[in-house]
């Protein structure tokens, strides 16, 4: 969290979708209820799970991001089926060239992906 002032929330959940681990950014509101949170959590988790039919094609996957207009939630399957989930704001960077909000913020994927490196090498 002290990495990156846009993450709200972050957690690892087991194979199962129990969490093991989360932490909420001090001062923040949940826009989710967090009981839709481990629901949430739980899809991610069979997701990644029935798409792993597809690794011998296309390799492991990396991380997973669905955006919407006030967050995005971004999962990363972790070792022994483990996942990090979390969630960013998403606040609009301004007007795109069309006039339209410009939703292309940055989830900074390389930062979040180094301290999933960095929790696989201990």
Known sequence: MDFNENIRYAAVADSNGQIMWNSQRTGLKNIVPPEETKQTIGRALR?????????????????????????????????????LFCTVSNEPLGKSSDGKKGYGHIAEMGKILSIVDFIKSQ
């Open 47 to 83: 997701g990644w799970k029935e798409n792993a039919t597809v690794k011998n094609y296309l390799g492991s996957g990396l991380y997973s991001i669905s955006s919407y207009e006030k967050i995005k939630r971004i999962s990363v399957p972790l070792d022994g089926g483990k996942m």
